[in-house]
């Protein structure tokens, strides 16, 4: 059984670009969650999705960031026009269905750099 | 204030024990986790303890809560080079949908 994967490891873009972030949850999962790792600093949350569905986007910046999880593929991250203070690890973690209080499950993550 | 702290770095010798130590402010909080990060690496769960238990242990690693001074701590026992990594600690509730929120990490180094 796989892990969570994310694609790509990293990712350069120049500012005013565009950056998609992929993530494919472990099989059988139906929870995605994104978070964002400042360097020398802990992972801050951004947006819990289940199939189809956006459950809590509190933590996603007011514009340029979107996310999806179709039904069928991986979940995207998208980072329109993106600035310099994009820079960052984004984490993507699945978790199965259900209400326990979860174990997430983390990829990898992906490292954009803006340059 | 950060909802969950820790201090940023700890370094010990091969063979001691290694006691990481988080505060955190929800009193609610139902879940307490340590997660370790390899460099390049995504998060990986040690660990976790409910909000109603005060110990848990699991082989090398014991974990301590004291609920009433919201402090977590994680005990490595003979601590290897293999543990350097950062150590983060995070807290849940069922309010939150049980989307943790993480401290900033510890960045534990073993020397030998």
């Known amino acids: 059984n796989a892990g969570v994967m994310q694609n790509p490891r990293h990712l350069v873009r120049r500012r005013g670009q565009e950056a998609r972030l992929r993530c494919s949850p472990m099989?059988?999962?139906?929870?995605v969650y994104w978070y964002r790792q400042l360097p020398e600093e802990g992972l801050k949350f951004m947006v819990y999705l289940q199939k189809e569905n956006i459950i809590d986007e509190s933590g996603m910046p007011k514009e340029r960031f979107s996310a999806e999880f179709p039904k069928e593929g991986p979940s995207i991250l998208r980072i329109q026009q993106v600035v310099r203070g994009d820079s960052a690890a984004y984490f993507c973690a699945s978790s199965p269905p259900g209400d326990w209080g979860n174990e997430q499950f983390f990829g990898p993550g992906t490292r954009l750099t803006v340059l | 204030g950060e909802d969950v702290e820790q201090s940023l770095f700890l370094s010990v010798r091969e063979g001691d024990s290694s006691v990481i130590n988080c505060t955190y402010t929800?009193?609610?909080?139902?879940?307490l986790y340590w997660y370790k990060q390899e460099p390049g690496a995504g998060l990986q769960l040690l660990t976790y303890?409910?909000?109603?238990?005060d110990m848990k242990q699991d082989q090398r690693l014991t974990v301590l809560l004291n609920k009433k001074d919201k402090h977590l701590s994680l005990r490595i026992a003979d601590t290897q080079t293999g543990d350097s990594a950062i150590y983060f600690c995070?807290?849940?509730?069922?309010?939150?949908?049980?989307?943790?929120?993480f401290g900033r990490g510890t960045s534990l180094i073993v020397h030998p």
């Open positions: 099989k059988g999962h139906s929870h």
């Open positions: 303890i409910f909000s109603n238990m």
């Open positions: 995070a807290e849940s509730t069922s309010g939150g949908s049980y989307i943790p929120t």
């Open positions: 929800d009193s609610s909080s139902t879940y």
